[in-house]
């Protein structure tokens, strides 16, 4: 499993997620996540189009980065679910949690001001 930095848009740090996430692979996952918080980063999309797999545990780390995320005024979206990642989601009904959009692009977008005012 690899969390990699895609780009950061603007004020967006954009995670692609590669493999799966579970109890082996969450550590090092959290711990980054949390210095991004710490340093700032409010706005995170997770780009699950390479996630193979996820399990309670990782379903557990990505809940606790929304809440983490919310406690700062921030807020993290996923993007581009496949496979048994959002059945995983919507039989633990975290999919009430997150923000899904079905690719990267339009998670963007949902970041954007809605009165079209810029930053």
């Known amino acids: 499993m690899e969390f990699y930095h895609d ?9 692609v997620a590669d493999g799966g996430l579970n109890t082996d692979t969450a550590d090092q996952f959290i711990t980054d996540l949390e210095k991004l918080v710490d340093a700032g980063v409010r706005k995170i999309i997770v780009d699950c189009g390479k996630l193979t797999y996820i399990s309670s545990f990782g379903l557990g ?3 606790r980065l929304h809440k983490r995320l919310q406690q700062h005024g921030g807020d993290v979206k996923l993007a581009s679910i496949e496979g048994i990642v959002p059945q995983a989601l919507q039989l633990t009904r975290l999919d009430k949690f997150f923000e899904i959009y079905p ?3 339009r998670a963007r977008l949902a970041f954007r001001p809605k009165d079209g005012a810029g930053p």
């Open 7 to 15: 780009e950061i848009d603007n004020d967006v740090l954009i995670l």
């Open 103 to 105: 690719d990267v692009n």
């Open 61 to 63: 780390v990505l809940l």
